[in-house]
């Protein structure tokens, strides 16, 4: 385990009276480090105002800024989480071999190592395209007020390998507690696969033990291996593997699931799970449609379509490999970044497939069922990456991911050290979002 402080902080203070009503900033202030722009010399003005005038201006008015101490592993195709409001964790990834943790009231980041291996002999640490869910250890009943309840984060699916197209999708689960910031071996997975979404979801009904559900996928090598159509849900008590929610309306990778409590929008709604931001074919094809199941599923589950709202703004264009994040109990569901391929006729007379990275925040309003911008732009484009959100704070992450001008390759120098913090109760974010965030712990 390495430990360090990487540079003296800066105090995150508070925003207004509303900005976090319940968290005593004088015992436990919120610190990050000093502030620091993307400066590239393609994007010198970020949202229209100069890096100049957003690094030296008031914290609270800006929308996105940057950790000036960057990661210690640059990664992607990772996944993070928020522990306690405190800690800012990163975990595996592409050319990421440990779980990374960041104190955000000190500053000071340290490295966990993953030593092991599973039965088919890949190292515990070797996964990339993950994607982690959060769950209350079976039996744990103890109070523990320095960490959140949700103390087991799964990862049900990935990527082993860090060559770009060589690889492999794995066949077993890893578990990662956060209490002693270890990761142990998982479940053998119902079917290998990466780049899958997951949720936790309580297939037995409201107040059980949730089931460890993975959504599509690939099965194989990640450049020609096969979309799964599955969703497979592990029943962490009996031990076993099942497929209540039946099969996708098509098979895909690269996707982000989201769970809406049931009575979001009016009092009679069921909770959902939602399927968005995926890709149909390799490196091209990815889908506007959002589709949804209702919860609990019936007998014959039945997946639907729940939006599909296309058209040539930049908001609107589909895209995967994606970082998401919710707001207001999930009506709000935040996109960063993300990526789109299309077709070009070139010069000499071929076509050529082109990637366009986004660099804006797009938001999908899941009672009015729609898209809109939201937040700006961050300054440039970047995907294979994960957000997670801290509602309490008022701050939603996003580390890592393929940089703006990276070549797609497996160097580590082509994945960012970057950490991007958006400010929920930014100018952006704010105006539109900020009565109606939900300042409950997730």
Same mark, same amino acid.
């Given at each position: 385990m390495w430990t360090g402080l990487l540079t003296a902080p800066l105090l995150f203070a508070s925003c207004g009276e509303r900005a976090w009503p319940s968290w005593d900033m004088a015992r436990h202030p919120i610190r990050v480090d000093t502030l620091q722009? @993307? =400066? !590239? @010399?393609? =994007? @010198? %003005? *970020? /949202?229209g105002v100069s890096a100049a005038s957003r690094v030296y201006g008031p914290l609270c008015a800006q929308d996105h800024f940057v950790l000036n101490a960057p990661l210690v592993e640059a990664r992607r195709n990772h996944d993070c989480t928020i522990e306690s409001d405190r800690y800012l964790i990163n975990i595996l990834g592409r050319n990421g071999r440990h779980v990374e943790r960041r104190d955000l009231q000190t500053g000071a980041t340290e490295l966990f190592a993953v030593p092991g291996h599973d039965p088919a002999a890949h190292p515990l640490n070797d996964l990339n395209h993950i994607y982690g869910v959060r769950v209350q250890p079976l039996g744990d009943v103890a109070s523990n007020s320095s960490f959140d309840a949700k103390s087991e984060l799964w990862m049900v699916c990935g990527f082993h390998g860090d060559r770009i197209n060589g690889e492999i999708s794995s066949s077993y689960a890893r578990v990662l507690d956060l209490r002693t910031m270890r990761v142990r071996l998982g479940p053998k997975l119902l079917r290998a696969g990466g780049a899958c979404s997951a949720l936790a979801l309580e297939i037995d009904g409201p107040g059980t033990p949730e089931h460890?559900? +993975? !959504?599509?996928? &690939?099965?194989? +090598?990640? /450049? &020609?291996? &096969? !979309?799964?159509?599955? *969703? +497979?849900?592990?029943? =962490? =008590?009996?031990?076993?593997? %099942?497929?209540?929610?039946?099969e996708l309306p098509v098979a895909c990778d690269h996707s982000n699931a989201i769970l809406l409590p049931p009575s979001l929008c009016h009092p009679a709604d069921p909770a959902r799970v939602l399927l968005m931001n995926f890709r149909i074919r390799h490196y091209a094809d990815e889908r506007p449609e959002i589709w949804a199941i209702d919860l609990p599923v019936s007998a014959t589950p039945r997946w639907y379509l729940f939006a599909n709202e296309t058209g040539t703004a930049e908001y609107l264009q589909p895209r995967d490999a994606a970082g998401v994040f919710t707001t207001a109990s999930g009506r709000y569901v935040f996109n960063v970044g993300g990526v789109s391929y299309v077709m070009r006729d070139m010069p000499n007379g071929k076509r050529r497939r082109l990637s366009m990275k986004h660099s804006t925040v797009r938001v999908f309003d899941a009672c009015a069922r729609r898209w809109a911008p939201a937040g700006g732009d961050v300054g440039y484009g970047y995907f294979a990456l994960q957000s997670c959100a801290s509602s309490k704070l008022g701050l939603a992450f996003t580390c890592g991911g393929q940089p703006p001008d990276g070549s797609v390759s497996d160097k580590i120098s082509d994945n960012s050290h970057n950490c991007i913090v958006h400010n929920l109760l930014g100018p952006s974010f704010g105006a539109m979002y900020g009565e109606v965030i939900d300042r409950r712990r997730q």
């Amino acid at each position: 385990m390495w430990t360090g402080l990487l540079t003296a902080p800066l105090l995150f203070a508070s925003c207004g009276e509303r900005a976090w009503p319940s968290w005593d900033m004088a015992r436990h202030p919120i610190r990050v480090d000093t502030l620091q722009l @993307p =400066r !590239f @010399p393609r =994007r @010198p %003005h *970020v /949202n229209g105002v100069s890096a100049a005038s957003r690094v030296y201006g008031p914290l609270c008015a800006q929308d996105h800024f940057v950790l000036n101490a960057p990661l210690v592993e640059a990664r992607r195709n990772h996944d993070c989480t928020i522990e306690s409001d405190r800690y800012l964790i990163n975990i595996l990834g592409r050319n990421g071999r440990h779980v990374e943790r960041r104190d955000l009231q000190t500053g000071a980041t340290e490295l966990f190592a993953v030593p092991g291996h599973d039965p088919a002999a890949h190292p515990l640490n070797d996964l990339n395209h993950i994607y982690g869910v959060r769950v209350q250890p079976l039996g744990d009943v103890a109070s523990n007020s320095s960490f959140d309840a949700k103390s087991e984060l799964w990862m049900v699916c990935g990527f082993h390998g860090d060559r770009i197209n060589g690889e492999i999708s794995s066949s077993y689960a890893r578990v990662l507690d956060l209490r002693t910031m270890r990761v142990r071996l998982g479940p053998k997975l119902l079917r290998a696969g990466g780049a899958c979404s997951a949720l936790a979801l309580e297939i037995d009904g409201p107040g059980t033990p949730e089931h460890i559900c +993975a !959504f599509g996928g &690939t099965d194989g +090598a990640h /450049n &020609t291996g &096969t !979309f799964l159509k599955s *969703v +497979a849900c592990y029943d =962490r =008590r009996r031990q076993v593997w %099942h497929e209540p929610l039946g099969e996708l309306p098509v098979a895909c990778d690269h996707s982000n699931a989201i769970l809406l409590p049931p009575s979001l929008c009016h009092p009679a709604d069921p909770a959902r799970v939602l399927l968005m931001n995926f890709r149909i074919r390799h490196y091209a094809d990815e889908r506007p449609e959002i589709w949804a199941i209702d919860l609990p599923v019936s007998a014959t589950p039945r997946w639907y379509l729940f939006a599909n709202e296309t058209g040539t703004a930049e908001y609107l264009q589909p895209r995967d490999a994606a970082g998401v994040f919710t707001t207001a109990s999930g009506r709000y569901v935040f996109n960063v970044g993300g990526v789109s391929y299309v077709m070009r006729d070139m010069p000499n007379g071929k076509r050529r497939r082109l990637s366009m990275k986004h660099s804006t925040v797009r938001v999908f309003d899941a009672c009015a069922r729609r898209w809109a911008p939201a937040g700006g732009d961050v300054g440039y484009g970047y995907f294979a990456l994960q957000s997670c959100a801290s509602s309490k704070l008022g701050l939603a992450f996003t580390c890592g991911g393929q940089p703006p001008d990276g070549s797609v390759s497996d160097k580590i120098s082509d994945n960012s050290h970057n950490c991007i913090v958006h400010n929920l109760l930014g100018p952006s974010f704010g105006a539109m979002y900020g009565e109606v965030i939900d300042r409950r712990r997730q």
